[in-house]
Structure formats: structure tokens, C-alpha cells
């Protein structure tokens, strides 16, 4: 047999041999998990962490756009329940943090930091079942799957987003997600969305309005069906539709909201060549109006080799210092190609 000449036509060879690789790599990191976590109530985790660098390969890398790096930790336990986190809320202090799961599970945990302010541990301290407005634990991946929380301003409670079963429940305590939720009633649109095409990113506004990004629902012909639908929700006013308009293959998957009023909206996307990449828009507060064509600009792109995974939650809080810090976690799936991560971040320029 002769050997592979070099040039073009190897490397075709080469990419078809191992796309059917890629390609089930792929469908296993966002398929839904395959084995469910036992059904019941958990009252706290055993959780283990292990410290990051932000690029494996070159250790004094600290910056990447506009960020600063500012620590991250692969997070495990032996608990099958834990996993599948997909948004995040933290407290002013940036000590105490809230996330939900797609499994229909809530998450309580406390951070720690080293000396030098870096984000250094993770311990759990309550973690539990979303529940229904009936107040029976969420059955089923379809009523379960949590993609987006925020909280809203002034004690007004906490948002949480879900897709397959397209809704909004509101949680009027604004300090946990123990109790029963109110429903919050959907834009009308919403509900054509495909499966896994519905909110991904929940972001509560300075004013109180919500703003809520589709992963991928087509937005009306009126804001353009190439473009991804938005919807803003005020008190009293109901829905309002607006729009993003995609760049390259990413798509919204949290949202927060920065200390002026602008919004960073996470994004994410996977090639079989370049495996995931995470991008960071700033949205600009003065854009976010009737009817708008939302595109802001990018500050920053995380891919291969830095610390990447499949981030999907994004929260922000100030240092005692002044310094925007932003934490993103990731959604594992339960699957063993991926990992839950927690990275915290420095916003190194002024929106």
C-alpha cells in the first residue's frame, strides 16, 4: 500500500475518517443525558474541586479580549443527581450563588478566594428539586429542563426560564427556589418554538423589564426571520418582540446584566474542527428598544486551547475594589465528555 501523498486529498481522506467520530462526539455533548439522576429530595453534596488555568498549555496566559482571568475549578462529587447546570444568579458579595439544572434541580453553594481575590472553592450547601406551581417536584426531562435564571431588582423575586416545555415561572421569595412559583405567563410566540430552539438567556433589567434570548427561534418578519427572536417583558405591559441578529454559528445561552445597565450576552458554539467556543457580546442599554435588531460587540472569544466547556450561565457582582467580576458555569449534560466548570473573570475595560 502506498503511504498518503501530502496535499490536499489526504486531508479530505483524513477529515472523513474521523468526521463520523466528531460527529457522535458531538451529538453525545448535547444530547440529553441518557442515564436520569434518581428521583427524591438531597439535602446538601459532598463537592470536590480542582483549580484551573486558563490556557493548560501556556500557564502565564491571564487575559483574553477584555478579560482578566480571575480563577476556575472543575467541580465532581459521587452524588448521579449533580450536573446539567445551566444559569446562575451570585449575591452582591459574589459569595453565594444560585443555579438551576436541567434535571429540575436548584443548587445553593458558597465561593471561596484565595489572597489574591482568585475564585479558589466551591462547597454546596443545599440542593434540591425545582417544583411545580402545585408544588410537586417537576417530572420528566420535558417539564424539568431549566435553562435561565435572573432575579429581579428590588426583592421581586426569581425568574426561572424553561424550554421543551416553553414557560416562565416566577419565585416571589427572591431568596430561594424552595417554594412553589407562580406562573408567568409566556409570550404567544414562544410557544412554535422548537424544542430546544426556546430561552436560553434570562436577564432581569435595571427598570425590572425582562429580557429573554431564544437559542434559535426564528424572530417575526417583522424584525427579520434570518434573525434570532428576543422578548422583553414589562409589569402590566406584557411581551414585546425584539431580535438578535446572529454572528457566525453562535448562539445565546446566558445573559447578565453589567453595573451601567448594558447586558452581556454569553454565546456558544460547536464545530467538528474547532470543537466548542464561548463569546462574550455587550449589548448596549440604550439599544434594548421597540422593536430593536439587537447586535452589540464582541469582547472577547474563548476557544481551544484555553478553558473552555459548555458554558451556559453567566452572573456578575463588583469586587469591594470596584472591579466588574463575571462568573460563568457550565452544563455537563451528564456526560462524561464534559465537565461542570465555574471560571470567574475580570471585565478589564470600562462598557
Keep these: 500500500m502506498r503511504p498518503l501523498r501530502s496535499g490536499p486529498a489526504p486531508l479530505f481522506i483524513a477529515l472523513a475518517l474521523i468526521a463520523p467520530v466528531l460527529t457522535a462526539l458531538f451529538i453525545a455533548v448535547l444530547a440529553p443525558p441518557l442515564v436520569r439522576p434518581a428521583e427524591g429530595a438531597v439535602g446538601a453534596l459532598n463537592l470536590s474541586v480542582r483549580a484551573l488555568p486558563l490556557n493548560p498549555e501556556d500557564k502565564a496566559q491571564q487575559t483574553v479580549g477584555a478579560l482578566i482571568w480571575r480563577g476556575g475549578l472543575v467541580v465532581t462529587t459521587d452524588d448521579r443527581a449533580f450536573g446539567g447546570l445551566s444559569d446562575l444568579v451570585i449575591d452582591p458579595a459574589g459569595r453565594e450563588i444560585l443555579a438551576v439544572s436541567d434535571s429540575g434541580r436548584w443548587l445553593s453553594a458558597t465561593l471561596s478566594y484565595d489572597g489574591t481575590g482568585h475564585l479558589s472553592g466551591m462547597t454546596a450547601t443545599r440542593f434540591g428539586h425545582l417544583r411545580g406551581v402545585d408544588g410537586a417536584p417537576l417530572q420528566g426531562k420535558r417539564r424539568q429542563d431549566a435553562e435561565a435564571l435572573t432575579r429581579l431588582p428590588d426583592g421581586g423575586g426569581l425568574v426561572v426560564g424553561y424550554e421543551r416545555d416553553h414557560r416562565f415561572r416566577l419565585f416571589p421569595s427572591g431568596d430561594d427556589l424552595v417554594r412553589p412559583p407562580q406562573a408567568l405567563a409566556a409570550p404567544p410566540r414562544l410557544a412554535a418554538a422548537a424544542l430546544n430552539s426556546g430561552v436560553e438567556a434570562l436577564v432581569a433589567l435595571a427598570d425590572g423589564r425582562l429580557l429573554a434570548f431564544t437559542e434559535s427561534q426564528a424572530a417575526s418578519a417583522a424584525n427579520g426571520a434570518e434573525n434570532y427572536a ?20 453562535f448562539r445565546p445561552t446566558g445573559a447578565a446584566l453589567l453595573p451601567g445597565g448594558d447586558v452581556l450576552l454569553l454565546e456558544r458554539r460547536f464545530t467538528l474542527l ?14 434594548i428598544g421597540p422593536g430593536a435588531v ?43 465528555l464534559q465537565r461542570t466548570l465555574i471560571v470567574q473573570f475580570e471585565l478589564a475595560e470600562t462598557p
Design 274 to 287: 474547532g470543537g466548542v467556543g464561548i463569546r462574550l457580546r455587550l449589548i448596549p442599554a440604550a439599544a
Design 294 to 336: 439587537l447586535t452589540g460587540r464582541e469582547i472577547a472569544e474563548l476557544r481551544l486551547p484555553l478553558t473552555v466547556d459548555n458554558f451556559e450561565g453567566i452572573a456578575v457582582h463588583q469586587t469591594p475594589a470596584g472591579a466588574t467580576r463575571l462568573t460563568l458555569i457550565s452544563d455537563d449534560n451528564f456526560n462524561a
Design 230 to 249: 428576543v422578548y422583553r417583558w414589562k409589569e402590566g405591559k406584557g411581551w414585546a418582540e425584539l431580535a438578535l441578529k446572529p454572528a457566525g454559528l
